[in-house]
């Protein structure tokens, strides 16, 4: 668009002509998108983009432009109040990302699948383990208690063996019974 286009298309938008004023956002928004983009980083991408900030700024502009608050004497600086405005409305979107861009952290980088296969146990395993555990140490005699505890802390059955005073094959018969005992009962048994 010419110098003289833009100062004609300028005097029909302070007449508050709304198709002077849509000619004037399709004539600019490009340069304010290219204004917003040069300053916006990769994490602030991911939370807006140049388009919103350029349409924002225009929605808020809109009304001025129709009610003739602001008269510009010629096309230039008009184009150094809307890169103001622009710039501004900006400033006020990094400010409101801010606070959430300094919490957030990368995925690591074997990406979203590393989280979901992740081997850490449900929430739901975990109160199941604890109840199953409470059941087993109320139904134990004292001494296989004991047995169960240092198991339970990764002892192996020789050091079981030697801080309970059982012989190492008791503390296998003790463990293995229990597991048995404990194990869940699959519902395919019954029908063999």
Not at 9 to 26: H, I, M, N, P, T
Not at 78 to 87: C, E, G, N
């Amino acid at each position: 668009m010419t110098i003289n286009s833009l100062d004609s298309l300028l005097d029909q938008l302070k007449q508050g002509d709304s198709a002077a004023a849509e000619q004037v956002f399709r004539t600019y928004a490009p340069y304010l998108r290219m204004v917003v983009r040069r300053q916006l980083s990769r994490g602030l991408r991911a939370k807006f983009d140049s388009m919103d900030v350029v349409q924002s700024v225009w929605a808020d502009l809109w009304s001025g432009f129709r009610e003739r608050r602001w008269s510009f004497p010629d096309a230039d600086h008009l184009r150094a109040f809307l890169v103001k405005v622009t710039q501004n409305r900006f400033l006020d979107r990094v400010r409101q990302h801010s606070p959430s861009l300094e919490r957030e952290q990368p995925l690591p980088a074997d990406g979203i699948d590393a989280i979901a296969d992740s081997p850490a146990e449900r929430p739901s395993q975990l109160a199941q383990a604890g109840e199953l555990w409470d059941r087993i140490v109320a139904d134990c005699t004292p001494a296989h208690r004991e047995v169960l505890g240092l198991k339970r802390q990764g002892f192996s059955l020789d050091e079981i063996a030697r801080q309970t005073g059982f012989h190492k094959s008791s503390v296998r018969r003790i463990l293995y019974e229990l597991a048995t005992r404990f194990a869940p009962q699959s519902s395919d048994a019954g029908r063999e």
